[in-house]
């Protein structure tokens, strides 16, 4: 697709953004400039995300993507990256803000990632020119337009002083809903979603009760066809993967069939079994994972 410098003039320019405090002159835009115009939830969280923050990360943007909403993140390591990664598998459209130019994407590690985003009809967008590099002033600066992009926050996971609680911050500051999911008091990347529920920020246990705040909007649910399901899955385990499926079985017999030793099949059923792909039943047998 086609860049664009969409000017703050321009009829293109989101009119959420235009409402934020020192709104961006113009926007370099790469992918689908319509994306910003609609109905958008960010969804953020540490860059160092705990093993819950990805799981309650999944299973919120699966779900808001089946109401058809734009999930809008800053492409950075961490939940953003899962939030956009979630997005693409379940056929959703997603926006990635950059702290650098259209040309220099960070981290250069999501490369990758942007190019997928922009090939299954998101966008990426900047207010820098092409070639800038991030640095930290400008991650303080992005984030203002995450939060000005869409009708309100959703906050994964964060630590205290984090670039997380800048965003929520910012989200308060434009009048917009910040959503919380709660965290346990032992999990240091929980600080921020706590303390922002202590003051005000509203408590999220499900997408319905995000919904439920936007009585103005009627929500349509979509079922959403999920991609190939090999999408997230590392080459390095997708042979034992394709070899589980809804019949429980053991070690002895994923190994047999997938040509792997005992201790290499254990050590790749006990990775997948972290990430959520696959289930442990009683006996050592394992099954896949649909959630």
């Known amino acids: 697709m086609s860049k664009n410098i969409i000017e703050y003039t321009s009829d293109l320019y989101p009119k959420r953004l235009k409402l934020i405090q020192n709104p961006p002159v113009k926007l370099y835009v790469e992918g689908n400039v319509e994306n910003l115009k ?92 092409s070639n800038t590099k991030a640095d930290s002033k400008k991650f303080l600066e992005r984030n203002r337009i995450i939060a000005g992009i869409g009708i309100g926050t959703l906050v994964v996971e964060g630590g205290y002083r984090s670039g997380t609680s800048v965003t929520a911050k910012y989200t ?71 070899n589980i499926n809804d019949t429980p079985q053991d070690v002895n017999e994923i190994s047999r069939k997938t040509g792997t030793t005992i201790e290499e099949t254990i050590y790749k059923l006990t990775i997948l079994q972290l990430n959520d792909k696959i289930l442990e039943l009683p006996g050592q047998r394992f099954i896949r994972n649909k959630q």
């Open 38 to 129: 609609q109905i958008g939830i960010a969804v953020i969280g540490s860059r160092t995300n705990t093993q819950y923050g990805e799981k309650m990360c999944k299973r919120f943007v699966k779900e808001l993507v089946e109401y058809n909403i734009i999930i809008i993140s800053g492409l950075a390591n961490g939940i953003d990256s899962i939030a956009h990664k979630t997005c693409l598998k379940n056929s959703g459209k997603t926006v990635a803000v950059l702290p650098s130019g259209l040309e220099n994407i960070y981290p250069e590690k999501n490369k990758e990632l942007a190019k997928e985003i922009i090939k299954n009809g998101g966008t990426i967008i900047s207010e820098y020119e």
């Open 172 to 242: 308060l500051e434009n009048k917009k809903a910040v959503f919380c999911i709660p965290s346990s008091l032992e999990n240091p990347k929980g600080i921020i979603t706590n303390e922002l529920i202590k003051k005000g920020a509203k408590l999220v246990t499900t997408t319905k009760d995000i919904l439920e705040n936007y009585k103005e909007i009627t929500f349509c649910k979509r079922k959403t066809e999920s991609k190939d399901i090999l999408f997230d899955i590392p080459l390095e385990l997708r042979k034992i993967y394709i």
